[in-house]
C-alpha cells in the first residue's frame, strides 16, 4: 500500500523559478543587471513586480518579506526610494518598452499614503510604455477595503485584486492572528465589483493550526459563494528558521502530512464541487476564465506570483526584496529596506544577488515549468527545442521510475506525467529534474 504522507512529508522546493532563490548568490550584482536590462530588444514586452513591505499588522502564518508598521513616515519615504528606483532603471534600459502586466504586491500595498500610487503610475507612464489593455493587479487585505479605496485604484487602471481569505474558522483566525471576519470579504468583493474590478481572486491556506475536514470545507464554499474567478489554494510553509515570528504558532497544533492531504483534497473536491477547474499545483479558476483556458491549451506558465498567462520576456522586480527575470537569468533586489534605499541613494541598482542561467539551466527549467503547469511534459520534445540529446535526463528519468512504482507518476518512453489524483504531489516529480536540489542550500516546505 502507497505511504502518501510518507511521500507529502518530503521537503520539496515550490519551483516559482528554477533554479529557486536558495541557490541565487552575490555573483551577479548591480553592474549585470544594468547590462542585462540594456540588451532588451526594442520591441521587448516587460512585466512589472512593485513589492511594498509593510502591514499594520503581522500575522502569525505569514511568510512574505513584509514588516508592520503603524506610522505612515515609513511608508512615505519607500515610495520615494521607490520613485528614484525607477529612475534608475528607466535610466538602465535606456527606452521605453512596453509594458503588458503591473502586480502590486507585499506585505499589503493598499497602505501606501493617498497620491502615491498616482505618483509612482505617472513615473512608470514616462519609463514605460503601459499597454492599455495591460493586466493590473493589487494584493488586497480584506480588512483594509473600503469604496474610496476601491474607487482610487479603479480610476487608475487596476483590473484585478487578489484577496487574502485564508481560512474562515474564526479559532484558526485567532491561533495565526489574523481576525477577519466574512463581512469584512464580502464587503471587500462587493466594493470591488461596484467600482468595476470585476477580476478577483482569492487566497486560501490550508495546513493551519486546528484546520479540520469539515471546516476546510465550509471555508472552500464559503469562498466559491464570493464567485471570484480564481483561487490560490496554499500549503501553510511552516519555517520559523526563516521567519521567526512563526514560532508563536503552537507547532503541536498543526496538521501532519496525512491530515494536510485530507485538507487539502477537501479543499479541492469542494471547490471542484461549485464548478471551478483545477490549474497546475494549487490554482482553481472558473472554467472560461483565461488561466483555465492557457492550463487547457498548455500555454500556461508559472513565476513568482504563482500561475499566470503572462508571456513577457521579462520580469522587473522594483522595490526591497523584488525578485526579477531577464532573459540571461534572475535577480533579486536587497531584502533590508535600509539597504536597499542605501543602494538607490548611491546611485546604483539595489541588486543583492542572482543567478546566470546556463544552458542546462535553461532546459530543465522548461522541463520543470511544463511539468508544474502541465502535469506532463515530453523530455525529447524539449530536448529538441534546446538542441539537446534527449539522453540528458537518464538519471532524472530513473528517480521519477521510483516515483511510479507508487503510482505517483507515469513513464512512458521519454514522457513524463502525473496522475490527475496525485496533482498535489506534483513537485515530487519536478524535483527529480533539480540538478541543485541536492548541493545543501535552502530548507524547504513540505511537498504538500
Known amino acids: 500500500m502507497i505511504n502518501l504522507a510518507l511521500h507529502a512529508a518530503r521537503p520539496v522546493p515550490r519551483y516559482t523559478s528554477y533554479p529557486t532563490a536558495p541557490h541565487f548568490s552575490g555573483d551577479v550584482n548591480a553592474a549585470d543587471a544594468a547590462g542585462w536590462m540594456l ?54 534600459i535606456g527606452r521605453r518598452l512596453t509594458v503588458a502586466a503591473i502586480h502590486w504586491g507585499g506585505g499589503t500595498p493598499s497602505l501606501l499614503p ?28 480584506p480588512r483594509y477595503v473600503d469604496t474610496l479605496l476601491v474607487r482610487r485604484l479603479a480610476a487608475l487602471g487596476i483590473n484585478r485584486a487578489s484577496l487574502g481569505v485564508q481560512d474562515i474558522d474564526p479559532r484558526v483566525q485567532a491561533a495565526i492572528g489574523r481576525i477577519q471576519p466574512s ?37 472552500a464554499a464559503a469562498a466559491a459563494g ?27 497544533t498543526l496538521p501532519g502530512a496525512a491530515e494536510r492531504l485530507g485538507l487539502e483534497a477537501a479543499m479541492r473536491e469542494t471547490l471542484i464541487d461549485h464548478g471551478y477547474v483545477p490549474v497546475g499545483l494549487d490554482h482553481f479558476a472558473r472554467a472560461g476564465d483565461a488561466l483555465a483556458r492557457a492550463a487547457a491549451s498548455g500555454h500556461l506558465h508559472r513565476n513568482f506570483q504563482g500561475y499566470t ?18 532573459p540571461q537569468g534572475y ?19 539595489p541588486i543583492a544577488r542572482g543567478h546566470r542561467m546556463t544552458a542546462d539551466d535553461r532546459l530543465r527549467a522548461a ?10 511534459v515530453d523530455l525529447a520534445a524539449v530536448a529538441a527545442d534546446f538542441g539537446a540529446p534527449v539522453e540528458v535526463f537518464a538519471d532524472d528519468l530513473d528517480a521519477v521510475r521510483l516515483l511510479a512504482e507508487d503510482g505517483l507518476a507515469v513513464v512512458e518512453g521519454w514522457r513524463v506525467r502525473v496522475p490527475e489524483e496525485h496533482r498535489t504531489l506534483v513537485r515530487l ?8 536540489l541536492d548541493r545543501g542550500r535552502g530548507r524547504h516546505s513540505m511537498a504538500v
Open 39 to 92: 540588451t532588451l530588444p526594442d520591441d521587448a514586452r516587460v512585466s512589472l513586480y512593485l513589492h511594498v513591505p509593510f502591514c499594520r499588522d503581522l500575522c502569525l502564518y505569514c511568510g512574505c518579506n513584509t514588516k508592520a508598521t503603524r506610522r505612515d513616515e515609513p511608508l512615505n519615504a519607500y515610495v520615494e526610494t521607490l520613485r528614484a528606483e525607477i529612475a534608475l532603471v528607466r535610466r538602465s
Open 429 to 436: 516529480a519536478a524535483a527529480a529534474f533539480d540538478a541543485y
Open 183 to 219: 463581512e469584512s470579504v464580502t464587503l471587500a468583493v462587493e466594493a470591488l465589483r461596484g467600482a468595476g474590478i470585476r477580476s478577483i481572486n482569492l487566497d486560501l491556506i490550508f495546513g493551519l493550526p486546528h484546520q479540520t475536514v469539515e471546516g476546510i470545507r465550509r471555508t
Open 114 to 141: 493617498a497620491g502615491a500610487f498616482e505618483t509612482l503610475l505617472e513615473d512608470l507612464g514616462q519609463a514605460f510604455a503601459i499597454d492599455p489593455d495591460a493586466e493590473h493587479a493589487i494584493e488586497l487585505d
Open 226 to 252: 464570493w464567485r471570484p474567478d480564481r483561487l490560490a489554494v496554499f500549503g501553510y510553509a511552516h519555517v520559523p528558521w526563516m521567519k521567526p515570528h512563526q514560532g508563536v504558532i503552537d507547532a503541536a
Open 367 to 376: 522541463v520543470i515549468e511544463r511539468l508544474m503547469c502541465d502535469l506532463s
Open 309 to 326: 498567462t503572462d508571456d513577457a520576456e521579462a520580469l522587473i522586480g522594483l522595490g526591497a526584496s523584488s525578485i526579477g527575470k531577464l
Open 331 to 349: 535577480l533579486q533586489n536587497e531584502t533590508a529596506v535600509a539597504a536597499w534605499r542605501r543602494a538607490v541613494e548611491e546611485g546604483r541598482l
